[in-house]
Each structure stands twice: as structure tokens, then as C-alpha cells.
């Protein structure tokens, strides 16, 4: 009876087709601004400024990236995507350690402001970097770090979401893991290095998907605390690539630095994708 | 829910902890304190002194008709963006729903919009609508249509709401997609023997089964229009024009740091605080009940 379903509930023939054919459209709609972007980036700026630009791509796709990666326009795009690199991992791995750790202390330890420290970090979700920004700018400056790594990562990584969904997924690891390592002498990092670490394995991963896209996709952030433009990320340094007088854009190598942009998120997000999917759903729990 | 079986002693937790602790009371807590201290003063302009104002800040803010019309335009915006993602997103969840074959390479090739930087987003959208060289706006050109979001509020706002929605239709695809595969088909074959047609079905059924992931997702989706759309106004229209797209956050970054008036930015930080404050206890309470289910 299982497949009943597919000629009672799924009208076959004609209106199979045209299911098809609207998920085709909706697909279409969603790559059309992309597939513009990659057109525009192998052509000229002559064939963009005549306007209606060509609908499929032209031969200057090496000449527009390579002036893109190595010349840019304020800074080389190469440089901008290393710093994003170093922002992302370093946002994704900060904030999976500390939450690993946190999230230990609060499940495996019975001490004093336990409670104090949970609401504590619960409360962070209720200050996103969009609301104190004037404050925290004055912080990192107080503490020398616009235009630095730390700086760009640092006030990023205290994670409510990760420590919340470490400390449901450490509760369900069997009470008798940890008793048995407490009958054998080990001593609580033993037990974190060896049992719960590699248990954790998978929750990490879909994290870490999640975790990187979020820390490659800062906006503001970089925006207010970079100055330098060797500091510049890809993803905000694209805006900065337009003159702000009236003289046209550099189209061309403009929407090269765009495509770059987006690579390596949606690297991650398809190689990884049920990955993804499960970090997506836990970290909205 | 509690651990029976627990290591003993103090330090090693507190260590543990500390390195989130401190970042948290360093660039969260403390900043935000802050906030709420600053927003009752007014610096003097040489930022030698400042004036203690009490709420006057958040008077002033409250009868000023740009901070009035920056909560309308707020308004409108999160609406429209919610609305622009998620509807269409449910309609190619059903319509996906219903193949049986191929339905997974399609979520395949329609979540990947969600990797793509709310800030490209908007440079994409740009690119398309630019009056001068952008595709769409030249063939609306030859339509007979003259597209110039740069002076046209209603087209500027209409381009933002756009860009915004347009990656977040994956995320809320998905959601939906797997809610709906969630819904057991004997209901639906059920309801089919009853001679119930498709809309029907839809109606009666499937969308109040589908109730919790909705309102999940309308949640999830009024809290990125407020806070993650910041990348896109600012590449698009910069909160032009004439402030006709200058969503609340917008408006504390560009009086905090473009305008240098502290006094004010604060309170609207403030103000902010309280609204992140309440969608979070919505979002919470939500949470909860679909735990209890």
C-alpha cells in the first residue's frame, strides 16, 4: 500500500511535469543573480557599460581574476580571502573549544556559581554584536586590537547555541562511561580527551559547517575594526571596491571578487551537506 | 536534567569555564553596561565631559520623527522580507513534496543560497538593478519603466527586501521541506479517498500539521531581517535614500559612527536590547512547547 501514494496523492503524467517544471523555474530564479555575476566576471567593462550586457560568459575569465586576486583595488583580493580564511577558522574553532569546555565544566562539575555561569552565557544570546557596537569597538580599541586578528575574532566567539547543544548532547552520554573512569582513577580531562571528545565527533562537525559560514559571512563586524585595508575581509571588502565619487565601478573584477567571495562557503555547505543540514537544525533547537 | 555521576573539586571546572566567562563578561557584559551607562549622558562635542540626562535621551529619541520613522520602516521591512522568504519557499517545498523522484537533487541545488553572505546578496541585487549598467533595470528600461532605487523609496526598499529574502528562501525550504515529509501520508491519502482536493488538503491539513515549523520560521526570520540584513543595506542603498531604508540597526551604526552622536546611539542600543530580549523569551517559550509535544 506504501506506494499507493504515488497515484492517489501524486496526480502522474501532467501534473508530475509541471511539479517539474515549477521546481526547475525556482531553481532558475534562485542561480540567476549568480550566473550574472559569473558572466559579468569574464568580460569587459566595455561589454557591462553598453548595457544589456551578454548573457553568456566571455573569454577574460583569467585576465579578470588574476587582476582580482593579485591587484584588486584597494588591496589584493588573495590577501582578503587569507584574512577571511584565518577569521572563519578562527571564529569556528574558537568558539567550538571554549564551548567544549564549558559545556563540560557546567555538565560533569558540581561547583559553586554553576547556575550563575549557565545564565550567564545564556544571557550572551540576548547581545548580539548589532546592538553594543559603539561599546565593544571602544573595548578592542582600548585594548589595541583594531586591525588585528584577535580583534576580528576575539569578540565573536562566546557562543551560547554551541555550549547549550554540547551540554544536551553530554547529557545523554551514559552515566557509566564516567563511572567507570572515575572507578579507574582517570583523572576529568582524561575522561574529556578520551570519551567525550571523540564522542562528540559528529556534533563538532556539523558545528564547525555552521560556524564557518557564520564567521566567513561577518559584515559589520570587520567593517567597524578593520581601517587597514590589508586587514579588510573578502565579504566586506567588496563594498570598498566602489569608487565613491561618480566614476563607473570596476564591474568585471568587482563580480570576480563576488564569486570568490561566495566559493568557499558553498564548498562547505555542499561537500558537507547532511553535515550541514543536522548543524542547521541543532543549533536552532 | 542533572548528571547522577559528577567529578569532584572547584578550580578545574572554574578553569574550564573561564576562557568563555571572560569573553563573555569582557566584549559582551561589559560593553552592554555600557551601553546602558552612556545612553544616560550627553558628551559634550570635544568628548571632554558629558552631561548626565537621565532618560532624556530616550525622550528625545522617542519624539524624534526620524527615530519614528526608522521603527516604520523597520516594521515594514522585517514583514516584507519574512513574507518574500518564506512564502515562496513553502510553495517550492510543496511542490517538491510531491515528487517522489528528484525531490532531493532540487534541495540540493536550492540550499546553497543560504552560504552566499547577506552582504554579496546585495551586491548581486545591485549589480541587476544598477541604473546604469544593470540587466534587469535596463530591460524594464525598454518596458518603459525607469528604475532608480537611488532617488525611488518604494524601489530602494523593494530592492533591499529582495536581496535579503532571496538566500534566506533555502533556509526556510529546508525547514519546511522536512516538515512536510514529517507529516505521515495516511492523512493525506486519507483525506485524498475522501475526495478532498489538493488545495483542500492543504488547507485543512497540511498547513495547520506544518503550524510549529511556521512559526518557528517566522520567529527565525523576523530576527534575521532585524539584526542580519545590516550587510545588504549597507551595499545597497547605505540607508538612503533620504533614510527610507534605514532599518534600526542601521541607524545605530551610522548615528554611532558616521554621525558620532553617542548619547543617542546608546539608547537606541538600548532600545534594541529590549526588542532582542523579547524575541529571544518568544523564541524560548516556542522552544519549550515543542519539547512538551
Avoid: C
Avoid at chain 1, 183 to 188: E, M
Avoid at chain 1, 218 to 230: A, K
Avoid at chain 2, 19 to 36: D, N
Amino acid at each position: 500500500m506504501a506506494y499507493q501514494s504515488d497515484g492517489m496523492v501524486e496526480k502522474s503524467g501532467a501534473s508530475r511535469w509541471i511539479s517539474h517544471a515549477i521546481m526547475i523555474l525556482g531553481v532558475l530564479f534562485i542561480f540567476f543573480p549568480i550566473w550574472l555575476a559569473f558572466v559579468a566576471s569574464t568580460v569587459t567593462q566595455a561589454d557591462i557599460v553598453r548595457p544589456p550586457m551578454p548573457v553568456l560568459p566571455g573569454p577574460h575569465f583569467w585576465e579578470n581574476y588574476k587582476a582580482a586576486l593579485f591587484s584588486g583595488v584597494n588591496v589584493p583580493v588573495s590577501v582578503m580571502l587569507g584574512n577571511s580564511l584565518i577569521m572563519a577558522l578562527g571564529i569556528a574553532i574558537g568558539k567550538i573549544a571554549i564551548s567544549l569546555l564549558s559545556a563540560f565544566a557546567i555538565v560533569y562539575f558540581k561547583f559553586p556559581g554553576r547556575k550563575f555561569f549557565f545564565w550567564a552565557i545564556f544571557i550572551t544570546l540576548m547581545l548580539p554584536v548589532e546592538v553594543r557596537i559603539v561599546p565593544t569597538f571602544e573595548v578592542v580599541a582600548g585594548f589595541g586590537m583594531l586591525n588585528t586578528y584577535q580583534g576580528l575574532i576575539l569578540p565573536l566567539i562566546a557562543s551560547a547555541t554551541a555550549t547549550f547543544l554540547f551540554r544536551q548532547f553530554f547529557l545523554t552520554i551514559p552515566d557509566e562511561l564516567a563511572e567507570a573512569a572515575r572507578v579507574d582513577g582517570a583523572r576529568p580531562m582524561r575522561f574529556f580527551w578520551d570519551i567525550v571528545v571523540p564522542m562528540s565527533r559528529t556534533n563538532i562537525a556539523a558545528l564547525f559547517v555552521i560556524l564557518f559560514i557564520y564567521g566567513w559571512n561577518q559584515y559589520l563586524w570587520p567593517l567597524l575594526i578593520t581601517t587597514d585595508p590589508s586587514m579588510n575581509t573578502i565579504v566586506m571588502g567588496i563594498k570598498q571596491m566602489f569608487p565613491s565619487g561618480d566614476d563607473t565601478a570596476n564591474w568585471p573584477v568587482i563580480m570576480a571578487t563576488s564569486i570568490l567571495a561566495m566559493i568557499p562557503p558553498v564548498v562547505v555547505v555542499i561537500s558537507m551537506q547532511k553535515l550541514f543540514i543536522r548543524g542547521l537544525v541543532d543549533s536552532e533547537k | 536534567m542533572e548528571k547522577r555521576v559528577t567529578f569532584k573539586g572547584w578550580l578545574l571546572p572554574v578553569a574550564l569555564i573561564a576562557p568563555q566567562a571572560l569573553i563573555s563578561l569582557i566584549f559582551f557584559f561589559y560593553p552592554a553596561a555600557q551601553a546602558v551607562w552612556q545612553s544616560l549622558f550627553i558628551p559634550d562635542p570635544f568628548g571632554l565631559s558629558s552631561q548626565f540626562v537621565g532618560l532624556g535621551n530616550f525622550e528625545f529619541l522617542l519624539k524624534d520623527p526620524y527615530y519614528r520613522s526608522s521603527f516604520v520602516t523597520t516594521a515594514i521591512f522585517s514583514t516584507l522580507v519574512t513574507l518574500a522568504a518564506m512564502i515562496p519557499a513553502l510553495f517550492l517545498a510543496v511542490v517538491a513534496d510531491r515528487l517522489i523522484k528528484g525531490a532531493g537533487a532540487y534541495r540540493t541545488m536550492l540550499i546553497w543560497p543560504y552560504a552566499v553572505a547577506p552582504a554579496v546578496a546585495g551586491v548581486l541585487w545591485l549589480f541587476m538593478f544598477n541604473p546604469r549598467v544593470g540587466v534587469v533595470a535596463w530591460y524594464l528600461g525598454q518596458l518603459g519603466y525607469d528604475w532608480n532605487h537611488v532617488l525611488n523609496d518604494g524601489e530602494a526598499m523593494g530592492l533591499v527586501v529582495a536581496a535579503s529574502a532571496w538566500g534566506r528562501i533555502s533556509y526556510n525550504f529546508l525547514f519546511f521541506f522536512a516538515g512536510l515529509q514529517a507529516i505521515p501520508k495516511s492523512l493525506i491519502e486519507a483525506a485524498a479517498i475522501d475526495g478532498a482536493r489538493f488545495w483542500k488538503r492543504f488547507f485543512t491539513i497540511v498547513l495547520p500539521l506544518l503550524s510549529p515549523t511556521t512559526f518557528f520560521l517566522l520567529v527565525v526570520n523576523v530576527v534575521y531581517a532585524f539584526f542580519e540584513t545590516f550587510g545588504v543595506i549597507h551595499t545597497i542603498t547605505s540607508g538612503g535614500p533620504q533614510q527610507a531604508t534605514t532599518i534600526l540597526v542601521y541607524k545605530v551604526f551610522s548615528d554611532g559612527f558616521v554621525g558620532q552622536d553617542l548619547g543617542s546611539s546608546s539608547a537606541q542600543s538600548v532600545i534594541l536590547l529590549v526588542v532582542v530580549g523579547l524575541l529571544t523569551i518568544i523564541q524560548f517559550k516556542f522552544v519549550e512547547k515543542k519539547v512538551h509535544y
